[in-house]
Structures are given as structure tokens and as C-alpha cells.
């Protein structure tokens, strides 16, 4: 059983009285406490709460009671702070909201804040009018929204120099931030070209390095610049006589584009340690353009279809071959040579490990194998295998199995893909499993799924309804259009912001006075 599935099941039995489990359990295992036992906690002891790192869902929740139960902002963790939302500052002096925008700044001794749009919006909103505050104390992300209007013309270059850690994925693209941006950071800078060539990475300083790491993709030029600035040894990784692990994981993306002459510098149990952390980021969703030249990562030559052909091509060690096999048409082929060795079907534990080679499967394989146990149905939902369009497929074939319904376990290990269910599957979902799984992404649900995961969320926290900020922070998920307004007029502050990029395409729905008025929330 995966660990993560036995945590949270032990979560839940021992739930009776959350004040001990937040306690007893160790810090780095905190995340996997259920969002809904936490909203009943109460603060008395602000340190042992810092301390434990918490997901983003659980310091929505938590952020209120400990900013107000704290005397110093600059002390909470970066794990607390990522709660921050409107609906908490409201219950909070200006000056301390002030303190804990200031508290999330970039910082050398921490790791930055995650924050979305919504908070980042509302931070600005907040601390826009403070003329005391200079840009190098507000969230570097923050500074994306900031009025460029209002940044005086001798100041726009620390301005530019503070926006250049942030973070230019976050804004919606209906804003065009970065276009606009980037025009300003021109005429501020004095800035005439937009190419970067092979001299200009060679002639610049060497923390140029630390900037390409952001760039999207990068030319077969600028490649061999920063080989031969790495080689020099006069950049913060050294002689490469010196590198080792630690210089390829703090080298981030770069690495994926270096060539072979860069790699010889490493041991073989160098690079095959680091690519087994690097891998699994690489077929994270997002995290590549997909023209990426991978196949510099290959150390020891490559599977080509003879060789999977091959009768003694190792298939006694699946997760091995499947985890080093990332091309479809291969990908094909095994799946194909799996089915040969298991004519009635994969077991569980071959489907186990199957990794992003379960893509391939068609309807008629997965008819025929086994996923019967929440193990097998953890390890297809991983969202780090990719997106894929069998969703409902995989969790039909496990319902189909006696006992087997959508619990808690199921829940969490299903996430988003719950939307790829009929609404007659959805009505099966108890408000007790909902209410205690993981928090999930259901902006691609249709309005008829929403409204039945929200009519079962309006159970599952029905005993928060007495506070309701900690009901708003738990339900607002599984909010739809019809429901909205009805929590805007209970003195909450809506977070319009992410309710409106969620449900863009229903806006016509609403009336200009009531587009208005929640705008205005």
C-alpha cells in the first residue's frame, strides 16, 4: 500500500482530537492532515504550528487564527504565509496585513511564498497607497500587478530589478501582463535589441546563468556559451573538476540542454542519481517545451524497437523498462509484448507499474485488467505521468469491483479526474469522504457536476456553518454561479478574482449590476 494512502487513513482514525494529532505528528508529515480537522483547531501554541509544513489548502485554513494569534509577522514560515486570502485579512488590523504582505517578500534565508493571482491581486490592493514601503519589500510577485503608472521614472530600474525574480506564469493571459511589462522594462532600461547571441552569454556576468534558467527554450549558440562559461570556473559552480550532484540539481533546467562534452564531467553514478529526481520532473506536466533536446540524457545508449523486440529484452523488470521508455511508438511495443505475456489480462501488480506506458492502453486492454485495489488506482492518477484521456475508464473498471466505491482514498487519489465522471456517479460520493479528502481542482467540471459535488460539500461542512469564513474557505472549491451570491451576502469577501478565471465562460449568465457588485466585493 502507498504511503501516502496508509497516512491518510491513519489521519482519520486518529482524528478525534485534532489538537493532539497536530502535536504528536512529525513536521514534514502535517500535509496530509484533512483541511476539514483543522478548521476545529485552536491556536495556543503559534511556534509548534510554524513549524510543520502545511499545503496550500491547509494554510487557507490555517492562516487566519495564527496571524491573529501572532505578534510577529516576520517570523511565520513560508508555509503559513502561502494561506494568505482575503477572506482572513478582513478580520485583521490594516497595519499587521501591511506586515504580512511586507513577511512574504524574497527573502535569502527562506523559500519564496507561493501565492496565486487572487491573493497577489489582494495584497496589492492593500499595500498599493503605502508610499513607505519600497518594491524590495513586497512579493516580487506582487509587483506584476503593480500600477506601472505609479512607479516614478527614477525609480523604475530598482522596480524592474525587484519584478525580476517574479514569477510570469501566474498572471491570466486575458491581462497581458508580460507584453506590457516588457515594453516598459525597454524604454526603462534603455534596452534596443531582444536577442541574446553566443558573445553577448559569453561577455556577460556570470550570473546571466541564474536568469537562462527561466527561459523557455534556448538556441544550439547559447548552449555552447554557457558550456564554455561553465568551464571557465569562474562562475558560483566552480572548477569542474569540483562538480557533482549537488551542481547538477542547482544548475535546474540547464542541464536537460548541455551536451555530452558537459555530462563527461560527471560519474555514471552521478548522472544516474540525479536523473532519477530529474526524470519524473521532466514528465511532470508543463515543466518542458516540448522541442527540449532529451536526448542528451541518455548515458548508456538507446532502446531502439529491435532491442524491445529482442526475446530477452528484461521484462521480469517492468518498472525498470518503463521508466526509462518515453516514446510512444516503444511505449506501444511493450504494451503490446505485456499483452503477449498476459493474455487475460495485466495483473495489479504489473498495471502498477505500468507508468506513463498505461497511456497507450486502449479500451479494450483495459477491459481485461485488473484494478481492483486503491494501490493500482493511485498509481495511474499519478499527476505526474502526464494527461491523459482514460479517466473514466480506470476508475469505472475499479468501481466495478464489489466493494469497491469513491471514499476518501479514492478521492485523493483520483483528484481533478473526478470531473471525467457522469453526475449519477458523482451522487455516490458520501458528504463524510468528501469532506475529508484533499481539496481538488474542479474548474473542468460541467455546471451539473459542479452543482452535484456542492450540493454534498453543503453537508460535509455543515457543522463550520456557524463560522463563516471557515465554511467559505472550505466550500468556496465547489462553489457555482447559482451558489456565489449567496455567500457574498454573509459578510465574507468573496475571492471574485479566482471565482471569475473559473467561470469565465458563464459570465453572461449574470446581470451588469451584479457583474458589478461582486466585482466590487
Not at 523557455?216 to 564554455?228: F, P
Not at 520532473?281 to 523486440?309: D, H, K, M, V, W
Not at 463560522?467 to 456565489?484: A, E, K, V
Not at 479566482?498 to 458589478?516: D, K, Q, Y
Given at each position: 500500500?502507498?504511503?501516502?494512502?496508509?497516512?491518510?487513513?491513519?489521519f482519520q482514525i486518529i482524528s478525534i482530537d485534532v489538537t493532539k494529532v497536530v502535536e504528536n505528528v512529525p513536521d514534514a508529515l502535517a500535509s496530509f492532515i484533512p483541511p476539514v480537522l483543522l478548521s476545529s483547531l485552536t491556536i495556543t501554541n503559534v511556534t509548534l504550528i510554524n513549524l510543520k509544513i502545511w499545503k496550500q489548502e491547509q494554510a487557507v485554513v490555517l492562516f487566519g487564527p495564527v496571524a491573529s494569534a501572532s505578534n510577529n509577522m516576520e517570523e511565520l514560515s513560508e508555509s503559513i504565509l502561502q494561506g494568505f486570502t482575503c477572506t482572513s485579512a478582513r478580520s485583521l488590523p490594516l497595519q499587521k496585513i501591511k506586515q504580512l504582505v511586507k513577511a512574504c517578500r524574497p527573502r535569502t534565508d527562506r523559500n519564496k511564498v507561493a501565492l496565486k493571482e487572487s491573493q497577489l491581486i489582494c495584497m496589492y490592493n492593500y499595500v498599493k497607497d503605502d508610499l513607505t514601503l519600497s518594491f524590495t519589500d513586497m512579493p516580487s510577485d506582487m509587483l506584476l500587478y503593480y500600477s506601472y503608472s505609479k512607479v516614478p521614472k527614477t525609480k523604475c530600474r530598482s522596480y524592474f530589478i525587484a519584478l525580476g525574480a517574479a514569477d510570469f506564469s501566474i498572471p491570466s493571459s486575458l491581462l497581458k501582463i508580460p507584453s506590457s511589462l516588457f515594453k516598459s522594462a525597454q524604454d526603462c532600461l534603455g534596452i534596443t535589441g531582444t536577442t541574446l547571441n553566443k558573445d553577448q552569454v559569453g561577455n556577460s556576468d556570470p550570473l546571466i546563468l541564474e536568469n537562462l534558467k527561466n527561459c523557455g527554450d534556448l538556441s544550439d549558440a547559447q548552449v555552447t556559451a554557457i558550456q564554455t562559461l561553465l568551464f571557465s570556473g569562474n562562475t558560483p559552480y566552480g572548477n569542474r573538476l569540483t562538480w557533482n550532484q549537488k551542481t547538477l540539481d542547482q544548475l535546474g533546467i540547464l542541464p536537460l540542454y548541455l551536451k555530452r562534452d558537459f555530462w563527461a564531467a560527471f560519474s555514471s553514478?552521478?548522472?544516474?542519481?540525479?536523473?532519477?529526481?530529474?526524470?519524473?520532473?521532466?514528465?511532470?506536466?508543463?515543466?518542458?517545451n516540448t522541442n527540449t533536446p532529451t536526448q542528451y540524457l541518455c548515458l548508456t545508449g538507446n532502446i531502439t524497437e529491435a532491442t524491445i523486440a529482442d526475446p530477452s529484452f528484461p521484462f521480469d523488470n517492468i518498472a525498470a523498462i518503463t521508466d526509462k521508455v518515453v516514446d510512444t511508438s516503444f511505449q506501444t511495443i511493450i504494451l503490446n509484448k505485456l499483452n503477449q505475456l498476459f493474455p487475460t489480462g495485466l495483473p495489479d501488480s504489473v498495471v502498477q507499474l505500468l507508468g506513463s506506458t498505461s497511456f497507450m492502453a486502449t479500451v479494450d486492454d483495459i477491459s481485461k485488467w485488473d484494478i481492483t485495489t486503491i494501490d493500482t488506482l493511485s498509481s495511474l492518477m499519478s499527476p505526474n505521468k502526464g494527461n491523459w484521456t482514460s479517466e473514466q475508464q480506470w476508475i469505472m473498471k475499479y468501481l466495478s469491483v464489489e466493494g469497491n466505491t469513491l471514499g476518501t482514498a479514492e478521492l485523493n487519489a483520483i483528484g481533478s479526474n473526478l470531473c471525467s465522471l457522469d453526475v449519477s456517479v458523482l451522487n455516490t460520493i458520501t458528504a463524510d469522504n468528501l469532506g475529508r479528502a484533499k481539496p481538488m481542482n474542479i474548474s473542468s467540471c460541467s455546471?451539473?457536476?459542479?452543482?452535484?459535488?456542492?450540493?454534498?460539500?453543503?453537508?460535509?461542512?455543515?457543522?463550520?456553518?456557524?463560522?463563516?469564513?471557515?465554511?467559505?474557505?472550505?466550500?468556496?472549491?465547489?462553489?457555482?454561479?447559482?451558489?456565489?451570491f449567496t455567500y457574498s451576502q454573509v459578510y465574507v469577501s468573496i475571492d471574485c478574482i479566482s471565482f471569475c478565471w473559473n467561470t469565465h465562460t458563464h459570465t453572461g449568465e449574470f446581470t451588469p449590476a451584479i457583474r458589478h457588485g461582486s466585482a466590487g466585493q
Amino acid at each position: 500500500v502507498s504511503f501516502s494512502i496508509v497516512l491518510f487513513s491513519f489521519f482519520q482514525i486518529i482524528s478525534i482530537d485534532v489538537t493532539k494529532v497536530v502535536e504528536n505528528v512529525p513536521d514534514a508529515l502535517a500535509s496530509f492532515i484533512p483541511p476539514v480537522l483543522l478548521s476545529s483547531l485552536t491556536i495556543t501554541n503559534v511556534t509548534l504550528i510554524n513549524l510543520k509544513i502545511w499545503k496550500q489548502e491547509q494554510a487557507v485554513v490555517l492562516f487566519g487564527p495564527v496571524a491573529s494569534a501572532s505578534n510577529n509577522m516576520e517570523e511565520l514560515s513560508e508555509s503559513i504565509l502561502q494561506g494568505f486570502t482575503c477572506t482572513s485579512a478582513r478580520s485583521l488590523p490594516l497595519q499587521k496585513i501591511k506586515q504580512l504582505v511586507k513577511a512574504c517578500r524574497p527573502r535569502t534565508d527562506r523559500n519564496k511564498v507561493a501565492l496565486k493571482e487572487s491573493q497577489l491581486i489582494c495584497m496589492y490592493n492593500y499595500v498599493k497607497d503605502d508610499l513607505t514601503l519600497s518594491f524590495t519589500d513586497m512579493p516580487s510577485d506582487m509587483l506584476l500587478y503593480y500600477s506601472y503608472s505609479k512607479v516614478p521614472k527614477t525609480k523604475c530600474r530598482s522596480y524592474f530589478i525587484a519584478l525580476g525574480a517574479a514569477d510570469f506564469s501566474i498572471p491570466s493571459s486575458l491581462l497581458k501582463i508580460p507584453s506590457s511589462l516588457f515594453k516598459s522594462a525597454q524604454d526603462c532600461l534603455g534596452i534596443t535589441g531582444t536577442t541574446l547571441n553566443k558573445d553577448q552569454v559569453g561577455n556577460s556576468d556570470p550570473l546571466i546563468l541564474e536568469n537562462l534558467k527561466n527561459c523557455g527554450d534556448l538556441s544550439d549558440a547559447q548552449v555552447t556559451a554557457i558550456q564554455t562559461l561553465l568551464f571557465s570556473g569562474n562562475t558560483p559552480y566552480g572548477n569542474r573538476l569540483t562538480w557533482n550532484q549537488k551542481t547538477l540539481d542547482q544548475l535546474g533546467i540547464l542541464p536537460l540542454y548541455l551536451k555530452r562534452d558537459f555530462w563527461a564531467a560527471f560519474s555514471s553514478t552521478t548522472k544516474t542519481a540525479f536523473l532519477k529526481s530529474f526524470v519524473p520532473f521532466l514528465r511532470s506536466p508543463g515543466s518542458i517545451n516540448t522541442n527540449t533536446p532529451t536526448q542528451y540524457l541518455c548515458l548508456t545508449g538507446n532502446i531502439t524497437e529491435a532491442t524491445i523486440a529482442d526475446p530477452s529484452f528484461p521484462f521480469d523488470n517492468i518498472a525498470a523498462i518503463t521508466d526509462k521508455v518515453v516514446d510512444t511508438s516503444f511505449q506501444t511495443i511493450i504494451l503490446n509484448k505485456l499483452n503477449q505475456l498476459f493474455p487475460t489480462g495485466l495483473p495489479d501488480s504489473v498495471v502498477q507499474l505500468l507508468g506513463s506506458t498505461s497511456f497507450m492502453a486502449t479500451v479494450d486492454d483495459i477491459s481485461k485488467w485488473d484494478i481492483t485495489t486503491i494501490d493500482t488506482l493511485s498509481s495511474l492518477m499519478s499527476p505526474n505521468k502526464g494527461n491523459w484521456t482514460s479517466e473514466q475508464q480506470w476508475i469505472m473498471k475499479y468501481l466495478s469491483v464489489e466493494g469497491n466505491t469513491l471514499g476518501t482514498a479514492e478521492l485523493n487519489a483520483i483528484g481533478s479526474n473526478l470531473c471525467s465522471l457522469d453526475v449519477s456517479v458523482l451522487n455516490t460520493i458520501t458528504a463524510d469522504n468528501l469532506g475529508r479528502a484533499k481539496p481538488m481542482n474542479i474548474s473542468s467540471c460541467s455546471i451539473e457536476q459542479k452543482s452535484a459535488l456542492y450540493s454534498i460539500a453543503n453537508s460535509s461542512f455543515s457543522s463550520q456553518r456557524n463560522d463563516p469564513t471557515t465554511f467559505y474557505q472550505l466550500i468556496s472549491l465547489y462553489l457555482g454561479n447559482t451558489h456565489f451570491f449567496t455567500y457574498s451576502q454573509v459578510y465574507v469577501s468573496i475571492d471574485c478574482i479566482s471565482f471569475c478565471w473559473n467561470t469565465h465562460t458563464h459570465t453572461g449568465e449574470f446581470t451588469p449590476a451584479i457583474r458589478h457588485g461582486s466585482a466590487g466585493q
